[in-house]
């Protein structure tokens, strides 16, 4: 407006001059052109309208236009990276959208807002067609600073970032890419829990009414519903910190809101973060905001409690008292079948872990029949899973088959598979009369003409070997017959029917095996699996590699195998055949049947037949030298671990993570019998991390257990522990619970010898915490064992006092455990512990405990049990006691009853098996 009051021509020639050079040739200013006057009185008075195309307006239209184009090169040539995506130059058009001097500062901010979000949709259109990640308009948000939002902008990031969510989930399921791509490179996931942390906190930058910020809440939480269930764990606080928001911002959540909460909570639960009393919370919300809950709400709440029984936080006890909540608060619409449906797959999910009975199937149904509401396919298919699982007669399980018949439900495949899968896991006594039922289930087919697929085969033979071990005759030309029908009709067999007819074949010629080569050829009749499929060879040497994981064969009958087939069959192996040997002599290793000189046999067959190593020829090497290092009889160095790494390099071989975690196993095996140290594993992780290879978990599970070995040698420290946990960190690789678990090892190897203490036991704990974990046995038989050795302080030169309070902390934890989860190590390091403080009573009570949790006693209960005992008189009471339940004693037994016996003081036992 300035420029336009000035008559003297010289600056409108050098506008003109500034137009032309920014692009605007086209566009041309008359010299002589009078700006002065009324026009440009009618520009202040009346703007724009109702002069285009006017001499000031045009002006004014020309520097605008010439910005747009001098923004666009600009945007152009400062493309740049980031937040894994190029964004356009944002800065520039942050400059831009000043707008010419002169104009109000309105009209700037309104300008500047266009642009911004320009700018957001324009990230939003890359996200959507996966070229970009929520990183990118998460900076630009946090450039803003913190300017509000208008309605629309708050619109575009709400829908985005639903839409990355769904692509994080597709990912999951396998219809979408996992990532964010440009240029065919993978960069960063499209949304991660990092992002929805920022987008939370928008909340309060929200320019609008009610409506708009109930809007945008729910968009949060349907986004964290799509990542929970594509993967991302914890999300749970942020969905409460959702809650939170607009209950500060004065809003009360609608029925919708909650609705949505549920399905993050339900989606939560799938990871064991949610449970009963978050049910109980949600309805206790809703109550207090008089929302009255619907079916909808219901059935979600059925599905949480489903997902939550996976990790024992719901029981069938829980389903029930919903189904009659919902009975009373539910008045716009009955329970339904899809319900009950949820609530029997709930007592199904408990009866695979124990924790459900036959009786709680059928109160389900008998409150189904009590509403009105017939059970549908799904509902029988589910009770007869669960009752299957939870080894119930045969007659329940046919009574059920009756009553769908009768109700005018058909039957399907999944029906008579579990019946069959039923009748296998029943209490039976005849094994004949087993396997003829199992028969009749399976002829039963035909008469609703249904076909038998592959699993319906599986659970012929698995009942076909069960059988034949349980004393039945069975002869094997039975089962032949059974896979010519698979092959005839087109049933592809598996891995589970390979190994169980295997078994089938072996059970009479394993125990002669060396008796000659007709014994090799009953091997053999494991062609017919293969009939007419291009690699027979390699099915046999599946179903070996199978057998020799389970125990049941050696590496040199392996060996045997191939040279029998590639002799007597004229087959000739492939590159795949000699890595199933390889990791068939590596399963041999494991279970005692096998040697390093059975995997150099097989290296001299390849270099014969001029066959190279693949990177899997070499992991299986490394497995089964880190088998062989942890066999006292095998005689191996840190020199055969070279070797391989050696051939590897020479073979042009990458070694990949799997080699990393198997070589740092072999050196983990060697340093237990004093051949290598954690220098060797220093060494090997740079030579590897140098050639690309990336440590996963595993990787620093098996330093940190090195590093547990030091400490139990006296070196190492707690320091260098969090050292290698914050290098984990720095990786982005999440520490499980396995790892921590071996850092808890650690600590209690510093505290027996006082270079730590509870302190650092507890820390551990709530590192455990805070990343969400429940416990299991091994956490928490390490924290007894930290009890046990823990002292408290005491004055220089003298012994600290057994430490209390830890061992009844450690025994807080041993009762949170469940009860089927507690093992015979877990007893005897609980009964140590008390015997630890002179608690001897207690301690050998336990024994009591575990039986009555169905434990059986074992050597190491009673041992830990002599352990504690105080005095020579109660010691033999134990010992009397451990002989009449014919447990076995063993080295560790002698040595305490020749310490009983030989006058030594039994309350000094601690500190001489410290």
Known sequence: GRRLKN???????????????????????????????????????????????????????????????????????????????????????????????????????????????????CLADEIKEGKASMAGLVEELKNLENRRLDTEEYRVIGETAVQAARVVRGAKRGRKPAKATRGGRSTVPPITKQDMNVLVNLTGRLRGGSKNKLRYAKHMLRSMALLSTGGVEGLRDEATQVIAGIEAEGLVGDKDLFKIYIDVLAAEATWGKAGIEDVQEVLLLMQERNLSPDYDVFLGLMRLLTSASSFSKAKPEDALWLLDLHEVLADEQAVDVLTFNSAMQLVRICAEKQRAVEKDFFEIFNYMRAQGVDPDLVTYNTALIGLAQASTSVQRGLSILDEMTSSGVAPDLITFNTLMQLIMNSNWKDASVMLRDVLKVKNALNKFGLKPDTITYNILLKAASLAKKGGAKVKIEHVQKWLREMESSGV?????????????????????????????AQFTDIEVLSGSRPRPLNSVMTLASAMCAAGDLSGKQVNRILDFLVTSRGVRPDIRTYNLLLSSIAGSVRNGKGSMSDAGAVLEMMDKEGRALNVFSFNSLLQILAQSAAKSSETVEIGDLESILTRMEADTVRPDTVSLNSALSAILALSKAGKASSKDADVLLDRLTALGVRPDAITYSRRLELLSLDASHGKGSYSEALMLLQSMREDRI????????????????????????????????????????TPTEHTVSAYCKCARL?????????????????????????????????????????????????????????????????????????????????????????????????????????????RARGGSDLTKNFDFYR
């Open 7 to 121: 008559s003297n021509p010289e600056p409108r020639s050098s506008e003109s001059e500034r137009l032309r050079g920014l692009g605007t040739e086209k566009f041309r200013l008359s010299e002589d052109e009078d700006l002065r006057g009324s026009r440009t009185e009618s520009v202040r008075n009346s703007g724009a309208n109702g002069l285009k195309g006017s001499g000031p307006i045009r002006m004014r239209s020309l520097d605008s236009q010439a910005r747009r184009s001098s923004g666009s090169e600009g945007r152009r040539s400062s493309e740049r990276e980031r937040g894994g995506w190029k964004c356009s130059g944002a800065e520039g058009m942050r400059n831009d959208s000043q707008g010419p001097r002169g104009l109000g500062a309105e009209e700037v901010r309104t300008r500047r807002d266009s642009d911004q979000l320009q700018r957001l949709r």
């Open 492 to 520: 592809m067999y598996d891995f589970v029917a390979c190994r169980d007819f295997g078994l089938w074949v072996l059970q009479g010629a394993q125990r002669s095996w060396c008796g000659g080569q007709d014994k090799i």
């Open 734 to 773: 999440k520490p499980n619970l396995v790892t921590l678990n071996i850092l808890l090892r650690l600590v209690s190897n510093l505290i027996a010898r006082g270079s730590a203490g509870m302190k650092e036991a507890d820390e551990v704990m709530e590192f455990i915490r805070e990343e969400k974990f």
């Open 790 to 898: 823990a002292r408290k302080r005491a004055k220089r030169g003298h012994t600290g006092l057994p430490n209390e309070e830890a061992v009844y902390k450690a025994w807080a934890l041993f009762k949170e455990l469940e009860a089927e989860r507690r093992t015979d190590r877990l007893y005897a390091n609980m009964m140590d512990a008390f015997g630890s403080i002179g608690k001897e009573s207690i301690a050998v009570g336990l024994i009591e405990l575990a039986e009555s949790h169905g434990v059986n006693s074992t050597t190491v209960m009673y041992n830990a049990a002599l352990r504690c005992c105080r005095n020579v008189e109660s010691f033999e009471a134990v010992l009397q006691r451990m002989r009449n339940a014919n447990i076995d004693e063993n080295e560790a037994t002698q040595g305490l009853i020749d």
